[in-house]
């Protein structure tokens, strides 16, 4: 009775935030590789990475990386980075992120499935602007928020571990604009059994220096 008392809330944070098209449903993610770059993009501790691509809602896709354990699977987890990090660094395969906050290769390490995605970043082209910013100001023009978007790619992605007969624990986990993502994420699924939230909650006063987006 308490799910149902709050879904009224979660309908609405989904309009607020953007997300309102149907996701594409899957079977699995798709291998991205060439006869130059195959998608084992790279080996750790109990775990090999691949490059992968997932569809999200009509032509958007999410792309990201999907660490798999070698031994008995724990849980499945969207470890989500920040908008400056990529799934690499998350992983532990480029450098980027100090190895005690590699949280993807950590929880891959330890026989979770994680799926990493790809944010767009901050980077500042010749528009001045950084590429966040541009994209936000186009979504809103059609009455969608940049955030909405990465969170149907998040949200597919737990559509996917849903789908699995070994129904195994689903967790979102992420730092930054990542924790922001993961926070939402939660908040508007209850198929997610934890979330971790860091580098995103502090005082709120100042949000009117924050980015626009």
Not at 10 to 27: C, Y
Not at 114 to 132: A, D, E, H
């Amino acid at each position: 009775k308490y799910q149902q008392s709050i879904e009224p809330n979660r309908k609405r944070l989904a309009h607020i935030l953007g997300v309102r098209e149907p996701r594409v449903p899957f079977d699995a993610p798709e291998l991205l590789g060439t006869t130059a770059q195959p998608p084992l993009v790279g080996q750790g501790t109990g775990f090999r990475a691949f490059a992968v691509r997932w569809p999200a809602f009509a032509d958007v896709h999410g792309e990201g990386l999907l660490l798999v354990p070698a031994g008995k699977r724990i849980a499945d987890v969207v470890a989500i980075p920040d908008a400056d990090q990529t799934p690499e660094m998350l992983a532990g395969l480029v450098e980027g992120v100090p190895a005690e906050s590699q949280y993807a290769r950590r929880l891959a390490e330890s026989g979770c499935r994680v799926l990493v995605p790809m944010l767009i970043n901050r980077g500042v082209t010749q528009r001045k602007l950084s590429n966040r910013e541009f994209l936000y100001r186009s979504a809103f023009e059609m009455g969608r928020h940049l955030i909405g978007y990465e969170l149907q790619k998040v949200l597919a992605g737990v559509d996917w571990f849903g789908k699995d007969p070994a129904k195994a624990k689903i967790g979102v986990i992420g730092w930054g604009e990542g924790g922001m993502l993961a926070l939402y994420a939660a908040a508007l699924d209850p198929r997610i059994d934890a979330v971790c939230v860091s580098g995103h909650f502090g005082p709120r006063e100042g949000v009117w220096q924050e980015p626009i987006y």
